[in-house]
Nanobody, 124 residues
Framework: QVQLVESGGGLVQAGGSLRLSCAVS????????MAWFRQSPGKEREFVAD????????YYADSVKGRFTISRDNAKNTVYMQMNSLKPEDTAVYYC?????????????????WGQGTQVTVSS
């Protein structure tokens, strides 16, 4: 069974930065397309960014483009998201997700595995 464990969330002031990590168990990490989603109270889960299995392709939601960067280290079975210039509206629980399905940029459904989430709170 594949397990995803997020870390790196916390409380930060507006304009600050955080780096989220998602460690993935299993020996086939390099075959998974990975993504980050987020969900705020009372709102639907929202796609944030994704990355192809090799790391050569990435895609971002318009709301985070230019501020967030997704990356991965296949040797460490880990995907990251560097979040800069954080805004109060970025406050949410952030989840990583994995799929063996063919990589499609901006995929919002069909993920096979999910992490438990990490809270990010941005104060104004």
């Amino acid at each position: 069974q594949v397990q995803l464990v997020e870390s790196g969330g916390g409380l930060v002031q507006a304009g600050g930065s955080l780096r989220l990590s998602c460690a993935v168990s299993g020996r086939t990490f390099s075959s998974y397309a990975m993504a980050w989603f987020r969900q705020s109270p009372g709102k639907e889960r929202e796609f944030v960014a994704d990355i192809s299995p090799s790391g050569g392709r990435t895609y971002y939601a318009d709301s985070v483009k230019g501020r967030f960067t997704i990356s991965r280290d296949n040797a460490k079975n880990t995907v990251y998201m560097q979040m800069n210039s954080l805004k109060p509206e970025d406050t949410a629980v952030y989840y990583c997700a994995a799929t063996l399905k063919v990589y499609i940029s901006g995929r919002t459904f069909g993920y096979d595995y999910w992490g438990q989430g990490t809270q990010v709170t941005v104060s104004s």
